[in-house]
């Protein structure tokens, strides 16, 4: 991820977090892991990493992927994306790929994150392709069907009218998807963020992957190791565990939301696939895997006044 953030994180900090998961998805992909004939493009190099490490990513990257995908096949296709914080993400091109293409995909960075993707998008035919009609600039890409935007969520009233003004429509379904972006902001800013996208947007669906359990062990091992290159876990402090995630839906206008931590997640997953990966590294202990798991949790919630069934029933994830 790399998510816009208030002090004391610092944004250089928060903005490295890309190059990180970017790197362990490399290594995971290169590993076998999962399909991504994109990710070579933004991010060129891997360094070898845990198989904990990569069993938490392939989770993460596949329960979202189905989620994404049950959307879009709900509405048809009849609809739209924006993506928070996405870094170097590759969904665009994936579901390009597949054809399977909202009506408009807006990711939201950065400046300086979405001029370095800009530039990669630029320069790689294989990435440019997939763009119909591009108009590209330093920092900024418009298209027939992607936007790259640069903007702050920390500023709620300046990110709502960009984006509009980059053409998403209130009245298309539109999935909110938010990658270890939420944690790095302050509470209160996450909750205007939050309640933005319930009141313009009512028929719609919040999707965010997020660390959680900060006060464990394990939890404040995590926060010191992020506080020590700068990162603070800013909105894990107020939204700590899958409670309150729940809650914070709630109270900022959403419904039937739920969360449910990434252990049990990867219990849902498709489990001819599972023993797949599994094979794919030797874990010496599961219990490390288990820890690392329970530290982060997937959750969502829902508006659906044009009663498209949208996700209404809670995530399906097999």
């Given at each position: 991820m790399a998510a816009s953030v208030?002090?004391?994180?610092?944004?250089?900090a928060v903005q490295a977090t890309n190059d990180d998961a970017t790197s362990c998805k490399r290594y995971a992909v290169d590993r076998g892991y999962w399909k991504d004939e994109f990710i070579r493009y933004l991010y060129r190099s891997s360094?070898?990493?845990?198989?904990?490490?990569?069993?938490?990513?392939?989770?993460?990257?596949?329960s979202i992927h189905i989620l994404v995908d049950q959307f879009l096949d709900r509405t048809q296709q009849k609809c739209q994306l924006v993506t928070f914080g996405a870094g170097s993400d590759t969904l665009h091109w994936l579901l390009w790929k597949r054809k399977k293409l909202p009506a408009l995909h807006v990711e939201v960075d950065f400046p300086t994150v979405t001029a370095r993707k800009s530039h990669c998008i630029k320069t790689r035919p294989v990435l440019l392709e997939a763009l119909s009609n591009p108009v590209i600039t330093m920092e900024a890409i418009r298209s027939d069907h992607y936007v790259l935007l640069p903007a702050d969520l920390r500023d709620v009233k300046s990110l709502g009218k960009q984006l509009i003004d980059a053409?998403?429509?209130?009245?298309?379904?539109?999935?909110?998807?938010?990658?270890?972006?939420?944690?790095?902001?302050?509470?209160a800013k996450v909750n205007d963020v939050i309640r933005w996208t319930a009141e313009h947007f009512k028929t719609s669906v919040f999707l965010n992957y997020d660390p959680i359990n900060p006060f464990d062990k394990f939890g404040e091992i995590m926060k010191q190791n992020l506080k020590s290159r700068g990162c603070a876990l800013l909105g894990m402090e107020t939204c700590p565990d899958s409670e309150s995630q729940v809650k914070r839906y709630h109270d900022n206008g959403w419904e039937g939301a739920w969360s449910m931590d990434m252990a049990e997640v990867y219990a849902r997953l498709p489990r001819d696939d599972v023993a797949r990966i599994e094979r794919i590294d030797f874990l010496d202990e599961r219990e490390l895997l288990d820890q690392l798991l329970r530290h982060y949790c997937l959750s969502g919630a829902h508006l659906d006044s044009q009663q498209l069934g949208a996700m209404d029933d809670g995530p399906t994830i097999y």
């Open positions: 208030g002090l004391p994180s610092d944004d250089l360094e070898k990493k845990s198989p904990e490490i990569s069993r938490g990513y392939y989770a993460r990257v596949k053409g998403l429509d209130p009245n298309l379904p539109t999935l909110f998807l938010a990658e270890c972006v939420l944690a790095y902001v302050e509470g």
